[in-house]
């Protein structure tokens, strides 16, 4: 577990926080379903057939993938508490193997590492406890990207060893996924991200 940022008290909010955190899981994984692709769609069985070699390398039972469609959304995969995996049809059709792998795998480090409680742990004690819905924190993201980036950092690191361990070319993923991303506050930059991972003087 994280040591959490000074702004943060987390002491007596790890089980609301497991709560507030299942309950943003379920709710974004409802809404997406009504998005959700065909099963026959060539999409669809090649985003499943990636996430069965990382589940079966990561050794915590099937992950379950949900391929939706909505290009406005600004962020392409999501792994949720429960083995869930969101990702946007548009991303699979436009990522190789290893790229999708890796974000996968990264994606799967969130939850493995118990980011998700984590941060609602932070964000509930931002608020002042007392919290029912996890709408009720988004506002206060802001005080804990510090932590954000943590997590990111981490979640890289878990998502390169399972990407190898499940016989992707990690390296590569790795440096296709990170190198074109534009910085955000909430993240680290490409280029710290991949210094991280040994992989700064990678190609483009």
Known sequence: MLSMPATADVSGNVSDAAFIAGQYCDDTWRALSKLAIAPGDLAVERAGHIANRLSAALGNGPWHVLVFSYPKLGWPVMALMGNRILVAKEFVDDSNDNELAFVYAH??????????????????????????????????????????????????????????????????????????????????????????????????
Do not use: C, N
């Not at 941060?119 to 206060?140: F, H, K, P, S």
């Not at 506050?185 to 991972?197: I, N, V, Y």
């Open 107 to 204: 994606e799967m480090g969130h939850v493995a590492l118990g980011h998700l409680p984590q941060r609602y742990a932070a964000l509930i004690a931002d608020a002042g406890g007392a919290v029912t819905r996890w709408t009720q924190v988004t506002r206060y993201a802001r005080e804990e990207w510090a932590l954000f980036r943590q997590e990111e950092l981490e979640a890289d690191q878990f998502g390169f060893a399972l990407a190898a361990r499940a016989g992707f070319d990690a390296k590569a993923g790795a440096d296709s996924a990170l190198s074109h991303l534009t910085p955000d506050p909430q993240h680290p930059t490409p280029e710290a991200r991949l210094s991280a991972l040994g992989l700064k003087g990678a190609s483009r």
